[in-house]
């Protein structure tokens, strides 16, 4: 049976729903849901998709954590009977909405990670039932909408790449009725990742995507060979989407759109709502980025990284000392030669090494260059001006 073991492992039980999964099911819609009152707007913009030739589930992880107030608690109950009464109402046209009664979710790792999680792993247990390691698990938001072409255009996407493991959604975040500060917030915010998704593309990083949590599909085996979805209460969309790679090859989708909200937030530590915050509080600066110097440098170590393959520890000694200053001053302070030296040691050839590199010298390892260099060597610059000078070297 598929993810046996996975299910055994994560000690999985019984469907939260009291409805088994229709044989035809083929695509699993999961949206955390945590305090959203809006969340209707989410299903009405699902429920207006044009429908694919897979059956479609939709499950809505109604969460609160142990410590939550009653006023919070209220509006869960409130939020499962809203979906309910509006689910009885609705022509379903091959759409099965699946909203879960609200699940209390442990203090500690209470937030988005841990529902997405928990939607994720019912999506599993559904597909297992029906034995369809190919089965579709997509990642959504309650306060994101969606264009009606996206089930259809999943489902084609992968009709056309069956190899994929996964695909990233383009996305774009709503600015009507905003104030002008915080539609300057979100240009700069959308700029900022495209930057940084293009200068990895141009510094020789093969995996370079968007890692947003309501913009993301994975197929059912990918998930379970991949080991789940993590509990981090922010950010666990950057976590999974960056271990998903070393899986298999994630594709973009680029003929369907997600609308992610642009609301302001604090519930979580960081991403697009605590960011915009602090801007539109003054604490934090959107116009201001990595240098394109740090992408430029690292091209540069990239570039040359089949001279690392088989290397004596004297002749990496020699050799760093040939790149860039920053990039030899990171690669001392982590320690690379001992990881390149046992890297080695697991590859029997080059191509091997070749396809294993990046495994080691990840978008973690990235991120970690990055804000070590930034602290000497770089400053963070003004981000118009680094984008030109991206468009410039390209």
Same mark, same amino acid.
């Given at each position: 049976?598929?993810?046996?073991?996975?299910?055994?492992?994560?000690?999985?039980?019984?469907?939260?729903?009291?409805?088994?999964?229709?044989?035809?099911?083929?695509?699993?819609?999961?949206?955390?849901?945590?305090?959203?009152?809006?969340?209707?707007?989410?299903?009405?913009?699902? /429920?207006?998709?044009?429908?694919?030739?897979?059956?479609?589930?939709?499950?809505?992880?109604?969460?609160?954590?142990?410590?939550?107030?009653?006023?919070?608690?209220?509006?869960?109950?409130?939020?499962?009977?809203?979906?309910?009464?509006?689910?009885?109402?609705?022509?379903?046209?091959?759409?099965?909405?699946?909203?879960?009664?609200?699940?209390?979710? !442990?203090?500690?790792?209470?937030?988005?990670?841990?529902?997405?999680?928990?939607?994720?792993?019912?999506?599993?247990?559904?597909?297992?039932?029906? %034995?369809?390691?190919?089965?579709?698990?997509?990642?959504?938001?309650?306060?994101?909408?969606?264009?009606?072409?996206?089930?259809?255009?999943?489902?084609?996407?992968?009709?056309?790449?069956?190899? =994929?493991?996964? @695909?990233?959604?383009? &996305?774009?975040?709503?600015?009507?009725?905003?104030?002008?500060?915080?539609?300057?917030?979100?240009?700069?915010?959308?700029?900022?990742?495209?930057?940084?998704?293009?200068?990895?593309? &141009?510094?020789?990083? !093969?995996?370079?995507?968007?890692?947003?949590?309501?913009?993301?599909?994975?197929?059912?085996?990918?998930?379970?060979?991949?080991?789940?979805?993590?509990?981090?209460?922010?950010?666990?969309?950057?976590?999974?989407? +960056?271990?998903?790679? /070393?899986?298999?090859?994630?594709?973009?989708?680029?003929?369907?759109?997600?609308?992610?909200? @642009?609301?302001?937030?604090?519930?979580?530590?960081?991403?697009?709502?605590?960011?915009?915050?602090?801007?539109?509080?003054?604490?934090?600066?959107?116009? +201001?980025?990595?240098?394109?110097?740090?992408?430029?440098?690292?091209?540069?170590?990239?570039?040359?990284?089949?001279?690392?393959?088989?290397?004596?520890?004297?002749?990496?000694?020699?050799?760093?000392?040939?790149? !860039?200053?920053?990039?030899? @001053?990171?690669?001392?302070?982590?320690?690379?030669?001992?990881?390149?030296?046992?890297? %080695?040691?697991?590859?029997?050839?080059?191509?091997?090494? %070749?396809?294993?590199? &990046?495994?080691?010298?990840?978008?973690?390892?990235?991120?970690?260059?990055?804000?070590?260099?930034?602290?000497?060597?770089?400053?963070?610059?003004?981000?118009?001006? =680094?984008?030109?000078?991206?468009?410039?070297?390209?």
């Amino acid at each position: 049976m598929f993810a046996k073991d996975y299910i055994r492992k994560k000690r999985l039980h019984e469907l939260f729903s009291d409805q088994p999964p229709d044989p035809g099911t083929g695509i699993i819609v999961v949206i955390p849901c945590f305090n959203e009152p809006d969340i209707l707007f989410t299903l009405e913009s699902l /429920q207006r998709c044009e429908p694919p030739a897979r059956g479609v589930e939709v499950i809505i992880l109604i969460n609160y954590p142990e410590d939550a107030s009653g006023k919070i608690r209220k509006a869960a109950q409130e939020t499962f009977k809203a979906i309910t009464d509006w689910y009885r109402k609705q022509d379903f046209k091959g759409i099965r909405y699946l909203p879960s009664a609200p699940v209390i979710l !442990p203090r500690k790792w209470a937030g988005a990670g841990l529902a997405r999680k928990k939607g994720m792993d019912e999506a599993i247990l559904r597909f297992s039932y029906l %034995n369809k390691p190919d089965g579709l698990l997509v990642s959504l938001d309650a306060d994101t909408t969606v264009r009606e072409n996206y089930l259809f255009e999943i489902e084609n996407h992968f009709t056309h790449y069956p190899e =994929q493991v996964g @695909a990233t959604l383009a &996305f774009e975040h709503p600015l009507e009725g905003l104030e002008p500060k915080h539609r300057e917030g979100i240009w700069l915010y959308e700029t900022y990742l495209a930057y940084y998704k293009e200068a990895l593309m &141009f510094a020789g990083y !093969p995996n370079a995507l968007f890692t947003i949590g309501s913009a993301f599909v994975v197929t059912a085996d990918a998930y379970v060979k991949r080991g789940g979805m993590n509990r981090r209460k922010a950010g666990e969309d950057f976590y999974f989407l +960056q271990n998903l790679v /070393q899986q298999g090859e994630v594709g973009e989708i680029h003929t369907t759109r997600v609308f992610p909200s @642009a609301r302001l937030s604090d519930r979580v530590p960081f991403g697009t709502g605590p960011i915009l915050k602090k801007w539109i509080e003054g604490k934090e600066d959107l116009t +201001q980025t990595y240098s394109f110097q740090a992408f430029a440098d690292l091209r540069s170590f990239f570039r040359r990284k089949e001279e690392w393959y088989t290397i004596s520890h004297a002749a990496f000694e020699k050799k760093i000392c040939t790149l !860039p200053e920053a990039v030899a @001053a990171f690669l001392r302070k982590d320690n690379f030669f001992i990881q390149i030296d046992e890297l %080695n040691k697991n590859c029997a050839s080059l191509k091997v090494y %070749n396809q294993r590199f &990046f495994q080691l010298f990840n978008a973690f390892k990235i991120l970690k260059f990055l804000h070590f260099t930034h602290e000497s060597f770089y400053r963070k610059a003004d981000l118009r001006e =680094q984008v030109i000078r991206l468009r410039q070297a390209q």
